[in-house]
């Protein structure tokens, strides 16, 4: 059993021991073996080790630290686009992406990851392997792996879309668009 609260001294934090010993005692799918000790009908003696995990479970927006991104190549001021990472949990990677009005990122590969956006607030032009559609304020979309993308604020107001990204260990496949969806 897990709570959420004030562990370690940190808000936010989630602390938990894993398992519970007079249960698992009881369970030999659970427990483990400490080796040839048996006990009174005959079995192995188990012994079960908890063992706490702390997490953090909230990134406050106050505290994001974000990075200028944006390329003059591309024609944007680097302050223009910024990036802020919330969470990075293994294969996983949860951020912001903020956009200043008439700005766009630069086209981009996403390779073995997969990109998913929910818009925040404003409105972004996006461009999806060639295919171009707008997301407002409330809208999601993704990237599948090995997708060529380019992102762009056509607007006076920042666009900011929150992004989780995760990595794929193995080949990825494609699914055909529908000719009857909105991207085609």
């Known amino acids: ?19 519970d010993a007079d249960e ?38 106050e505290k994001y630290k974000w990075k200028n991104i944006g390329d003059m190549k591309d024609g944007v001021r680097s302050d223009n686009i910024q990036y802020a990472t919330a969470f990075s949990p293994p294969y996983h990677l949860q951020s912001i992406l903020r956009m200043q009005g008439h700005s766009k990122k630069g086209s981009s590969k996403t390779t073995n990851n997969t990109m998913i956006f929910i818009v925040l607030q404003g409105a972004v032009t996006v461009t999806l392997n060639g295919q171009l559609f707008t997301a407002k304020k409330g809208d999601s979309f993704f990237f599948p792996a090995q997708s060529t993308y380019d992102l762009s604020n056509e607007w006076d107001e920042t666009v900011e879309m929150s992004l989780l990204q995760f990595h794929y260990q193995q080949e990825m496949c494609c699914v055909p668009v529908d ?3 909105t991207l085609a």
């Open 24 to 61: 698992d005692m009881k369970d030999p799918q659970i427990a483990s073996s400490s080796g040839d000790d048996k006990d009174d009908t005959g079995t192995k003696d188990k012994k079960i080790v908890k063992r706490e995990m702390v997490i953090e479970c909230i990134a406050p927006y």
């Open 1 to 19: 059993a897990g709570s959420l609260g004030d562990a370690a001294g940190s808000p936010g934090v989630a602390a938990g021991a894993l398992g």
């Open 179 to 181: 000719p009857d969806s």
